[in-house]
C-alpha cells in the first residue's frame, strides 16, 4: 500500500522489501515496555550487562556476512566496508562491556564533610535518531555506552535501512538483553517529536544532517531535555612540504572515498602548500582516475553508488554550482553502469568562497582542493567553514603540528594519518557539527546523572 516504506537497492534501483510503519498504539506500548524494562534493569550488575553486551559482539561476528550484504544492499557501501564495519560494532560492545564499570566508578572529591564523590546513575529510555551511511555504527557507538549504563534505547532509523534496524534488534535480542531494553521503531521523521516530548523518555542523540539536528534539539529544548548532536562536517586536511607525499596522498584518496564518500569525517576540503601542490595534484588525479567503482558486492569495488537519487542529485547540483561560480573540476572518468545512483569521482579546484565546494557539506566522492602559500592560510581557509568535525595535518614538522593542534576549529586533529573513530577515543565535533561527545568516557557519560554524593 502507499503506506509502506519501501528498501530500494541504490545500485539497481530494484525494490529489496517493504515494510509497514509503527502506529501509534504501537509506538506508544514501545515506550511503555522501554520504561518498565528500565526500572529493572538499571539494578543489574556492571558484570551481568557486561555478559550481554560481550554476547550481542559474538552475534554480530556470528551473523557478520549476512548483516554486511543486507546493509550493502541497502545503502551500497562496498561490502568489504560493511563486513569491517559490522567487525568494529562488536569491538565497541566489547569495550564498553571491558570498561563501563571503570568509566562509571565513583569520582571522590575533596570536601568538608566526611565524604564526598560523585555516582553515576541512568536516565531512562533514551532516543536515538540514526542516519543511513554507517547503519551498523552509528547505532552501536550509542547502545553500548547507553545500555551498559543502565539507560534503555530507542532507536528511529534512517528510513533506507530498516532492514539493517531490524538486525540491530535481532543482535540485542539474540544476546538475552531483557525486553525492551533495545527496540527499533520503524518510524518516519514525523514522529520523532512526540517521542521526544513523551515524558518516559528522558535524552535524545542525533547523528544526521543539521536541519534534522536543529528540530531534534528545537524539541528536546523546549521539553527541557538533553540531547547530544553529531551532524555534518566538510573536514581539512592540510599537506605541508615535509609530508612523506606517498602516505599523504594514499591516506587523502582513502579519507575522501571511503563508504563511497558519504562519512561525516571524510577529508572534504585539502589544503596543499605551493612547494609540493604540483606532485600532489599529479598523484591525486591518478588515484582517483584508479578507482574502481561498481558493484559494491565485487570485491574489486572501491566505490559503490550514492544511497539515494536524492544524494545522488545533490551532489551533481552542487558540483555544477560550483564550476559555475569558477572552480576548475577534474572527472575521473570512471564508465557508470545505466541503473543506480551512481557518481564519477571528482576533484574540484581553487573554487571561490561562496561556491558549494567551499561552503557546504559534500556527501560523495568529491574532493576540492586549494593551494596555499602557508600554514597560518591553510587553518585560515580551513576555519572559515561553519562546519567543526575532525580534521587532519600531514607534516613532519613539530612546531606545525602544534600550531594545528591549537587552531584548526574542529573536534579533533588527526596528525599524518585520517581521522578515524576508535571507542577509546572522544568523538565530536564543535561549531554546526554538532554537541557533545560520543564513545570512551565521554561516551558512557553523555547520558548519566553525575550524582553530588555529600556525607557530612
Ligand atoms: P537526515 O539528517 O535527514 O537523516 C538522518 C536521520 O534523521 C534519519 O533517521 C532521518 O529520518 C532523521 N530526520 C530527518 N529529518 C528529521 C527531523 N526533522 N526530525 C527528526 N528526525 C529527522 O539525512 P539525509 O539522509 O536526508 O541526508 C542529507 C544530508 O545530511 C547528507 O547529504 C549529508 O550531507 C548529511 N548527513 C550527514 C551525516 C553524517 O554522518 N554527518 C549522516 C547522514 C546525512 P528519515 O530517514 O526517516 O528522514
Not at 573536534?411 to 557533545?436: C, E, H, V, W
Request: hydrophobic share 40%; charged share 25%; glycine share 8%.
Amino acid at each position: 500500500s502507499d503506506q509502506t516504506v519501501k528498501s530500494v537497492n541504490p545500485a539497481t534501483e530494484v525494490l529489496i522489501e517493504e515494510f509497514s510503519p509503527f502506529t501509534e498504539p504501537m509506538i506508544d506500548s514501545a515506550i511503555a515496555k522501554s520504561d518498565d524494562c528500565f526500572k529493572e534493569w538499571r539494578k543489574t550488575s556492571f558484570e551481568h550487562r557486561a555478559e550481554l553486551m560481550n554476547k550481542a559482539a559474538d552475534v554480530l561476528d556470528q551473523n557478520a556476512e549476512r548483516y554486511a550484504r543486507q546493509m550493502t544492499a541497502e545503502m551500497g557501501k562496498p561490502l568489504a566496508q560493511a563486513r569491517a564495519e559490522v567487525e568494529k560494532c562488536g569491538w565497541v560492545c566489547r569495550h564498553y562491556a571491558q570498561h563501563a564499570e571503570e568509566y562509571l566508578s565513583d569520582e571522590p572529591m575533596e570536601s568538608g564533610g566526611q565524604k564526598a564523590y560523585v555516582r553515576h546513575l541512568p536516565l531512562g529510555p533514551v532516543l536515538a535518531v540514526m542516519p543511513w551511511n554507517f547503519p551498523f555504527w552509528q547505532v552501536f557507538r550509542f547502545a553500548a555506552p547507553t545500555l551498559m549504563a543502565g539507560n534503555t534505547g530507542l532507536l528511529k532509523h534512517a528510513s533506507n535501512v530498516w532492514r539493517s534496524a531490524l538486525n540491530i534488534e535481532e543482535v540485542f535480542h539474540e544476546a538475552g538483553f531483557p525486553e525492551g531494553c533495545f527496540q527499533t521503531l520503524l518510524i518516519g521523521s514525523s514522529a520523532v517529536e512526540g517521542i521526544i516530548e513523551d515524558s518516559r523518555v528522558k535524552a535524545v542523540t542525533l547523528t544526521g544532517s543539521g536541519p534534522a539536528g536543529q528540530s531534534v534539539a528545537a524539541t528536546a529544548g523546549k521539553q527541557l531535555k538533553p540531547s547530544l548532536l553529531e551532524l555534518g562536517g566538510s573536514d581539512a586536511f592540510i599537506v605541508m612540504p615535509s609530508a612523506d607525499i606517498e602516505t599523504a596522498l594514499d591516506t587523502a584518496v582513502k579519507a575522501r572515498t571511503q563508504n563511497n564518500g558519504q562519512s561525516c569525517i571524510a577529508a572534504k576540503r585539502f589544503f596543499v602548500h605551493a612547494d609540493i601542490f604540483d606532485a600532489f595534484k599529479e598523484g591525486f588525479e591518478a588515484r582517483f582516475e584508479a578507482l574502481t567503482v561498481g558493484a559494491p558486492m565485487s570485491d574489486e569495488t572501491d566505490i559503490g553508488p550514492l544511497a539515494t537519487g536524492q544524494i545522488r542529485d545533490e551532489l551533481a547540483e552542487q558540483v555544477e554550482k560550483s564550476k559555475r561560480a569558477g572552480a576548475k573540476a577534474f572527472h575521473a572518468g570512471a564508465g557508470l553502469p545505466e541503473k543506480g545512483y551512481w557518481f564519477d569521482p571528482a576533484i574540484l579546484y581553487d573554487a571561490p568562497d561562496g561556491s558549494p565546494s567551499a561552503e557546504e557539506e559534500m556527501f560523495g566522492p568529491v574532493a576540492n582542493v586549494w593551494k596555499v602559500d602557508s600554514l597560518e592560510d591553510a587553518i585560515a581557509r580551513a576555519n572559515r567553514s561553519i562546519f567543526g568535525l575532525g580534521s587532519v595535518i600531514f607534516t613532519q614538522d613539530e612546531d606545525e603540528m602544534d600550531m594545528a593542534i591549537d587552531h584548526l576549529e574542529a573536534g579533533a586533529t588527526f596528525i599524518n594519518t585520517m581521522t578515524a573513530s576508535d571507542p577509546r577515543l572522544p568523538f565530536g565535533g564543535i561549531k554546526q557539527s554538532g554537541y557533545g561527545r560520543e564513545l570512551s568516557a565521554d561516551g558512557i557519560k553523555a547520558f548519566v546523572n553525575r550524582k553530588t554524593v555529600y556525607l557530612a
